[in-house]
T-cell receptor, first 113, second 109 residues
Framework: NAGVTQTPKFRILKIGQSMTLQCTQDMNHNYMYWYRQDPGMGLKLIYYSVGAGITDKGEVPNGYNVSRSTTEDFPLRLELAAPSQTSVYFC????????????FGDGTRLSIL | RKEVEQDPGPFNVPEGATVAFNCTYSNSASQSFFWYRQDCRKEPKLLMSVYSSGNEDGRFTAQLNRASQYISLLIRDSKLSDSATYLCVVNIGASKIIFGSGTRLSIRP
């Protein structure tokens, strides 16, 4: 029973490089979310998806892109990495909408140097 | 004013004590509320949902006060394993999920 799986767990990027953070869930959840958490701060919503083929922006979408081709997968893409994107990234899923609790992956620690 | 505010703490209490902290929110249209627990360098994990009527799960009690726009978490008979950061979450809509910055709790022997 894997739940929400994120890869990689750690990554160091150079400024201007690109990468994709992977997220997959095996709970058949409709809603999926990407957050970032800076030190000492709460999580901030980057993008979310209410189902395959549907994505929308959260609070801090600039510099990121997402896609949702299947129910299970919700990758997050950084096109031109900047130091301000150094953070811990969490993917989460929930069965339905905002009244349902979210299940989180164990995070990707990303450093941009 | 922040949309969701929590006292950052740390709250440092002895084992067995009762501790409570609040989380205030500014948007009266907020729909649902949760408490999550986050251990150092780990992902948030759901502690409990918060219902209008209040709810209890073992040593934990959560309450919602819509008139004053805050939620609370009470922990009774605290254990060493309760040491963590407690995040409140306020949902206004699918695109508006606000996490508080968290309250750090440290239980000492």
């Amino acid at each position: 029973n894997a739940g929400v799986t994120q890869t990689p767990k750690f990554r160091i990027l150079k400024i201007g490089q690109s990468m994709t953070l992977q997220c997959t869930q095996d709970m058949n959840h409709n809603y999926m979310y990407w957050y970032r958490q800076d030190p000492g701060m709460g999580l901030k919503l980057i993008y979310y998806s209410v189902g395959a083929g549907i994505t929308d922006k959260g609070e801090v979408p600039n510099g990121y892109n997402v896609s949702r081709s299947t129910t299970e997968d919700f990758p997050l893409r950084l096109e031109l990495a900047a130091p301000s994107q150094t953070s811990v990234y969490f993917c989460a899923s929930s069965y339905a909408g905002v009244n349902q609790p979210q299940h989180f992956g164990d995070g990707t620690r990303l450093s941009i140097l | 004013r922040k949309e969701v505010e929590q006292d950052p703490g740390p709250f440092n209490v002895p084992e067995g004590a009762t501790v409570a902290f609040n989380c205030t929110y500014s948007n009266s249209a907020s729909q649902s509320f949760f408490w999550y627990r986050q251990d150092c360098r780990k992902e948030p994990k759901l502690l409990m949902s918060v219902y209008s009527s209040g709810n209890e799960d073992g040593r934990f009690t959560a309450q919602l006060n819509r008139a004053s726009q805050y939620i609370s978490l009470l922990i009774r008979d605290s254990k060493l394993s309760d040491s963590a950061t407690y995040l409140c979450v306020v949902n206004i809509g699918a695109s508006k999920i606000i996490f508080g910055s968290g309250t750090r709790l440290s239980i000492r022997p």
